[in-house]
């Protein structure tokens, strides 16, 4: 009942399709591997994942694995997912800056907990097909727009959070500015090439303490020129 009102309460449409392979998910690989932020829980159990990747991978939606989603990018493994969500505690009022909409699923698993999130993706095509599913699913707390991930959202800035959903070699100056003070960043850090280490960024008094939370692989951090 609680991930239901949550979703409900916050302009999305409740989805009871593929009901009990979320369920499953969530107390599989979630769960089971520490996440127990109920807020996160919740979203985790309500958004229908399977909505969220190619129509031909739908069946592999809910397993314990990233997915392909086109232009060599990937939506992340539900443990994934579950953790950076609870590691910068949304909920109703926080302001969140995704970096890396890709398929969009991240932004509504934020937005199912009652977060304003304000989430930009460098692939014009991902961004659109985004904006087009998120509109149809009711996320009406999310905002995106096509663009260099590097420079951020300053005309939203400061965030509560920020979260950044492709690896990165360092962590962008811009995205540390408009990172409000007692905000919290979690970004993957490293090589393209090599296993990186996910990094918490926690803002006090100015200054940022890093800490390292676990090694992961993403996709490259994406530049305009680039492109």
């Not at 009102?5 to 409740?14: E, I, K, Y």
Request: overall charge negative; glycine content about 8%; some cysteine.
């Amino acid at each position: 009942m609680l991930c239901l009102v949550l979703l409900l309460c916050h302009g999305a449409v409740a989805s009871s399709e593929r009901e009990e392979e979320r369920e499953a998910m969530v107390k599989e690989q979630v769960l089971a591997r520490g996440v127990k932020d109920p807020t996160t829980l919740a979203a985790m159990r309500t958004v229908p994942r399977h909505l969220f990747v190619p129509g031909s991978m739908s069946h592999q939606a809910y397993q314990d694995r990233p997915l392909p989603i086109g232009h060599g990018q990937t939506i992340s493994q539900p443990f994934i997912v579950a953790f950076m969500t609870e590691i910068i505690k949304p909920g109703p009022g926080r302001k969140i800056l995704e970096i890396g909409t890709g398929s969009g699923y991240q932004a509504a698993i934020l937005a199912a907990t009652g977060a304003q999130v304000y989430s930009i993706e460098i692939i014009p095509q991902l961004a659109d097909s985004a904006a087009v599913l998120l509109k149809q699913l009711g996320f009406t707390h999310v905002e995106t727009r096509s663009a260099d991930g590097y420079y951020g959202w300053k005309e939203h800035a400061p965030f509560d959070a920020i979260i950044v959903t492709a690896a990165a070699e360092f962590i962008p100056p811009p995205l540390i500015e408009q990172l409000a003070e007692s905000g919290l960043m979690v970004i993957p850090v490293g090589s393209p090439f090599f296993v990186q280490t996910l990094m918490l960024i926690q803002k006090r008094d100015g200054k940022t303490i890093s800490t390292s939370l676990m090694p992961v692989r993403f996709v490259p951090f994406k530049r305009a020129d680039e492109e």
